[in-house]
């Protein structure tokens, strides 16, 4: 029911992409972390999982031993499929024995991707290796390898949610978009990322930060 990626990048940036036949799996499923990491708990998701990891993380554990402590210590382990990444890019991938449909994974230096009711287990290497061609934005490169799962045909069925985020060091997800149910969620998301988010991304960090600085909303009212 689910494809998804994690990934750095050389600026210290982590992100996520992920895309579901089930609806808002951005709001379920991905757990990230400034400077530490980020997680996955996807298939029949329990979100509980995704901050345990991160947490394991944060201690200065492992990838490998953060998720082999999680899989030891987890009912029902075998009907989860977990991801995560540090801010190395090391990253480990859980696929249980009761996931569901095709599933796959693959890694690369900076990215690691997993999936489960796949068209063709194919699909998570697409996407870590359209992650690695794509340049610029760490955001512009987690849409290419949604693209390219789509392009390979996704799922088994229609998805219907999909999400970006990424954290670098504010404290908090400087982008955090999600399309939470859509006919097309992957073009949907596209178009919102490129054309309205992205261009704004950096003002609302400022306004965060040091909102003396910050640039006007240029709404009513704020002339």
Do not use: K
Not at 24 to 50: E, K
């Amino acid at each position: 029911m689910t494809f998804s990626l994690l990934a750095v990048d050389d600026t210290g940036a982590i992100g996520s992409a992920i895309c579901s036949s089930s609806p808002a799996v951005a709001a379920r499923c991905v757990s990230l972390a400034d400077g530490i990491g980020g997680a996955h708990s996807q298939n029949i998701t329990d979100p509980r999982l995704g901050p345990q990891l991160i947490d394991g993380l944060r201690d200065g554990r492992t990838v490998d031993d953060v998720l082999a402590a999680i899989v030891e210590s987890t009912p029902d382990i075998d009907y989860r499929q977990l991801l995560v990444i540090d801010r190395t890019g090391r990253s480990a991938i859980h696929s249980g024995a009761h996931v569901l449909g095709t599933h796959g994974q693959a890694y690369s230096a900076h990215a690691v991707a997993a999936g489960n009711m796949l068209a063709s287990a194919e699909i998570p290497q697409l996407m870590v290796e359209a992650f690695d061609a794509t340049m610029g934005d760490l955001e512009l490169r987690l849409l290419a390898a949604l693209q390219a799962a789509v392009s390979a045909g996704g799922e088994e069925g229609p998805v219907r949610s999909a999400g970006i985020a990424v954290v670098r060091d504010a404290g908090w997800r400087v982008t955090d978009v999600r399309v939470d149910w859509a006919d097309d969620p992957v073009e949907t998301l596209g178009q919102i990322l490129v054309a309205t988010w992205l261009p704004q991304r950096d003002a609302y960090v400022t306004r965060g930060l040091t909102p003396a600085g910050a640039p006007t909303y240029g709404v009513p009212g704020d002339e």
